[in-house]
């Protein structure tokens, strides 16, 4: 086992992780999963995510946030028409695991949780 720095895994790790990233081009197919699965999600249903690192959390919620509905008070007297069209009517905020999970399953501690439900119009 090599040294540590710290808490936390060896740094051979991350090194590691960051090549099979790039190499694997994961986050490309996570962008590209989303972009799949909001074009075949029926009207109603659940896009729900769970991802494990940063990268990959800023992409989803990024991709949640662009794709819904942004939450704007529009006055009922305003002449605007506000009636844009979003493909997610709802975006959970993130969920984390509950330290029973975590200490049932080590590897949850990284998890982030999210999901989104397909508009009913589009």
């Known amino acids: 086992m090599g040294p540590k720095h710290g808490k936390g895994a060896d ?11 790039a190499v ?8 590209a999963g ?3 699965a909001k074009e075949l999600l029926n ?3 659940r896009l729900v995510v ?12 990024n991709f949640f946030k662009e794709n819904s509905a942004k939450k704007v008070h529009v ?4 002449k605007e028409n506000v009636t844009a069209s979003y493909p997610f009517c709802e975006v959970s905020d993130v969920i984390l695991p509950l ?15 999210r999901y989104a439900i397909r508009s ?3």
């Open 34 to 36: 989303l972009e799949a």
């Open 75 to 78: 006055s009922r007297y305003s």
């Open 50 to 61: 769970v991802d494990f690192h940063s990268l990959e959390d800023r992409i989803v919620k």
């Open 120 to 122: 009913q119009g589009e």
């Open 11 to 21: 740094p051979a790790t991350r090194t590691f992780q960051a090549l099979r990233i």
């Open 99 to 113: 330290n029973d999970e975590i200490l049932f399953n080590p590897r949850a501690r990284s998890a982030k949780m």
């Open 24 to 31: 694997n081009d994961e986050l490309g197919e996570l962008q």
């Open 43 to 45: 009207p109603g249903g």
